[in-house]
């Protein structure tokens, strides 16, 4: 595997943490979590930044 694949992999795997973790929040809020909020919006910035990494191809 080459450094670049390695890479994207890394960023992938990532990606797949931030959307559980995002999914999660989600549900929360729909539960009336209030708190739940904040962190789904960080998270959604975070996902937000490893998209645009997939897409530069980082």
Known sequence: MNQSSARMDATFE???????AYAKQFFLLQRGVRSARAEAMRLAQE???VN????SGA
């Open 47 to 49: 996902l937000q930044r």
């Open 14 to 20: 990532q990606w797949t943490r931030l959307t559980d």
């Open 52 to 55: 645009q990494a997939m897409q």
